[in-house]
């Protein structure tokens, strides 16, 4: 059996190039998940790994679709032997379990995907710094405008009117209304 696997790491990212490629390299069955690849502890990685049998094949888009930390990729390329399957790279096909260096070959391009992934946290750090600068609110938006905000404190805090009632007049709940701040 061959087996795909795909990984995508939030919920806006897309899963279909990857499963059309996994399709493409004669996957029989692909699994696919949308977890982060800081660990190997992922529900489908999982499922995909007491799945195997001798003889079977795991394909992945990428190296870093698979793993992005050297020594979970070793492990998990040594577990995937232990069953006596073979884990191969569609996109690096010099990754392969086969190789007598596949321990050498798996630890440089574990090494680049570890250093990749801190480059893209460094990056989307300084994008949200530099949109914040810039005025960006982030977070949810506020279930009150400026102005309904203010009338609201005015009538909690001034006419003492209940929470309950105010609430209800922005259609909202009490703990909203409790929670407000000049």
Same mark, same amino acid.
């Given at each position: 059996? #061959?087996?795909?696997?795909?990984?995508?790491?939030?919920?806006?990212?897309?899963?279909?190039?990857?499963?059309?490629?996994?399709?493409?390299?004669?996957?029989?069955?692909?699994?696919?998940?949308?977890?982060?690849?800081?660990?190997?502890?992922?529900?489908?990685?999982?499922?995909?790994?007491?799945?195997?049998?001798?003889?079977? #094949?795991?394909?992945?888009?990428?190296?870093?679709?698979?793993?992005?930390?050297?020594?979970?990729?070793?492990?998990?390329?040594?577990? #995937?032997?232990?069953?006596?399957?073979?884990?191969?790279?569609?996109?690096?096909?010099?990754?392969?379990?086969?190789?007598?260096?596949?321990?050498?070959?798996?630890?440089?391009?574990?090494?680049?995907?570890?250093?990749?992934?801190?480059?893209?946290?460094?990056?989307?750090?300084?994008?949200?710094?530099?949109?914040?600068?810039?005025?960006?609110?982030?977070?949810?938006?506020?279930?009150?405008?400026?102005?309904?905000?203010?009338?609201?404190?005015?009538?909690?805090?001034?006419?003492?009117?209940?929470?309950?009632?105010?609430?209800?007049?922005?259609?909202?709940?009490?703990?909203?209304?409790?929670?407000?701040?000049?």
């Amino acid at each position: 059996m #061959i087996y795909g696997y795909a990984r995508v790491s939030t919920d806006a990212q897309d899963l279909a190039i990857q499963v059309a490629q996994l399709k493409a390299a004669c996957c029989e069955k692909v699994f696919h998940e949308k977890e982060g690849g800081h660990t190997a502890d992922r529900p489908q990685l999982r499922r995909l790994m007491r799945a195997l049998q001798s003889g079977d #094949i795991v394909k992945a888009p990428a190296v870093d679709r698979f793993a992005r930390d050297p020594t979970d990729l070793i492990v998990l390329g040594r577990d #995937i032997r232990q069953a006596g399957a073979r884990f191969l790279s569609v996109a690096e096909p010099i990754v392969d379990t086969d190789s007598e260096f596949w321990e050498v070959v798996a630890a440089c391009f574990g090494i680049a995907a570890k250093f990749e992934r801190r480059r893209i946290r460094e990056r989307t750090s300084a994008g949200r710094a530099r949109a914040r600068e810039q005025g960006v609110q982030f977070g949810r938006k506020p279930k009150l405008t400026a102005h309904q905000k203010r009338e609201a404190l005015r009538r909690r805090d001034e006419e003492g009117e209940p929470h309950r009632s105010i609430a209800r007049s922005y259609n909202v709940s009490q703990s909203t209304i409790s929670r407000l701040r000049l």
